[in-house]
């Protein structure tokens, strides 16, 4: 995979001085889109739209440096993203009296120190070699260790997570500001990332895409099952803004607002990410990714900048998913599917053009309209192919065609992507990579 994304990139080579008519072209359309959607939508909707897909945008940054800069694939994107939107509701929802006026906060605390005294213990099993245990020997003791105290800690969990369901439903939250939780979010999802990344990036491409969908799976497993500290599928709601909401300034100004937020994230975004990919750290991630031998040979850490560039993806994906929780004012750990949070990410990637963060943008606001807008226009056709053929016809109608205008959805990204691997495999506006030859 990785000598066929070479071979493409040198069909791709352009002269750094040619004029940008593709982008204005490109932009000029898709704005042309969201002044018509705004016109026949209405404001309040089209807003939010733009503030949904400013949120992709970010999670799209996070798959093209990953997947365009680096060459990994990585198809847990719906982990991460839910890893935000929990820490977006952690920090934000207000504090829960009757979790934190009991003695539970004390006995949560308790079983989770004896939990990483139980890590440290199996850790220090596994390096018995070192003072002369033979490898045999300490791989059992370490499995024993692990399997014993894994018993006793989840035990002693259960036992005080069931009593924080039935006195208080769940622990609540911190009561402090939307944006401390986008940021600790941030901060969660590169920490998974680089633990992830120190397992998973030695695996080849394809198992890595697989490894990362079973890692996101786990985590979505764990978040909806975990009453005491997500409420599961009773979801949290609502979940506080980091500006002025609704009740406060009306639909409109509140999400035209909110959309100012993500907008000066996504431009502070661009800015360090085109700093990052023109600097001599950039050049040296792309000759990574491209010859990974030669790279090798000239004395780069292959291992440190594939897990850097890894964890800096996982912590927008975390960034741009609190974001979007917040925005949707709801937590629900069943709402996180790997078709809106991880196949559409990767859809954007495609069609903007991996390794182009110019292009991630705008295939992330591309695409998002085209998901959104695919479900009222089918709706639209259908009922005007209905009308047509019980006035002409005498058909009788089915009744559910609202649910399958909503399918439709699934029908025009399978088109789109299959269109765009075949006319534009590199995406509408392909990384542009110098010839200094």
């Known amino acids: ?54 949120c992709y945008a970010i999670l ?25 939107g929990f820490s ?6 207000p504090v829960n009296n009757a979790f934190w006026g009991t003695e539970l906060p004390g006995e949560l605390g308790r079983v989770l120190l004896y939990s990483a005294a139980a890590a440290v213990v199996v850790y220090g099993a596994t390096k018995l070699d070192r003072i002369g245990v033979p490898k045999k020997l300490r791989t059992v003791i370490a499995i024993v260790l692990a399997v014993v105290l894994y018993l006793v800690v989840i035990s002693m969990l259960r036992s005080v997570t ?42 080849r491409s394809d198992y890595l895409a697989i490894a990362t969908l079973g890692i996101a799976e786990i985590i979505k497993a764990f978040l909806k099952n975990s009453d005491w500290l997500t409420r599961g599928t009773a979801t949290v709601s609502p979940l506080p803004w980091p500006t002025p909401g ?25 800015f360090l990410l085109h700093r990052a990919y023109h600097a001599p750290w950039g050049r040296m991630i792309r000759a990574i990714r491209d010859n990974e031998i030669s790279a090798s040979a000239m004395g780069k ?30 937590f629900d750990p069943n709402g ?51 009308s047509i053929g019980e006035g002409w016809f005498g058909w009788q109608p089915p009744g559910n065609l609202d649910s399958r205008a909503l399918q ?3 029908f025009v990204i399978g088109l789109l992507i299959t269109l765009v691997l075949r006319f534009a495999p590199n995406g509408l506006l392909p990384e542009k990579v110098k010839h200094h030859g």
């Not at 799209?60 to 935000?84: C, D, H, K, R």
């Not at 009593?163 to 979010?185: D, K, M, N, Y």
């Not at 609704?246 to 000066?264: D, H, K, M, N, Q």
Request: hydrophobic fraction near 55%; proline fraction near 3%; aromatic fraction near 12%.
């Open 162 to 203: 069931g009593e924080i369901q039935s006195r208080a439903g769940f622990i609540g939250g911190f009561g402090l500001p939307a944006w401390t939780g986008w940021i600790f979010g941030g901060a969660l999802a590169g920490a998974v990332g680089y633990f992830i990344g120190h397992i998973c990036l030695g695996l």
């Open 1 to 54: 995979m990785n000598a066929q994304r070479t071979e493409r990139r040198e069909d791709t080579v352009v002269a750094p001085s040619r004029f940008p008519l593709r982008e204005i072209v490109l932009f000029g359309a898709l704005l042309a889109v969201i002044l018509g959607i705004y016109m026949v939508m209405g404001t309040a909707y089209s807003t939010r739209m733009l503030v949904e897909a400013s």
């Open 88 to 93: 977006a509701m952690l920090f934000s929802v």
């Open 408 to 410: 439709a959805r699934v």
């Open 301 to 330: 850490d292959i291992n440190k900048r594939r897990l850097e560039i890894f964890v800096l993806g996982c912590i927008l994906m975390g960034i741009g998913g609190g974001a979007l929780a917040s925005f949707n004012s709801l």
């Open 246 to 270: 609704p009740s406060e300034l009306g639909f409109t100004l509140a999400r035209a607002l909110y959309l100012s937020v993500t907008a000066a994230m996504i431009a502070v975004i661009f």
């Open 336 to 386: 996180y599917l790997p078709l809106n949070h991880t196949f559409l990410v990767l859809v954007m990637v495609i069609l903007g053009g991996p390794g182009n963060n110019l292009g991630t943008i705008f295939g992330a606001v591309a695409v998002y309209i085209i998901w959104l807008m695919s479900e009222p226009l089918a709706l639209f056709l259908m009922q005007g192919a209905v």
């Open 60 to 84: 799209a940054l996070g798959l093209t440096i990953q997947w365009g800069y680096a060459g990994q694939f990585n198809a847990g994107v719906m982990g991460f993203v839910a890893l935000g």
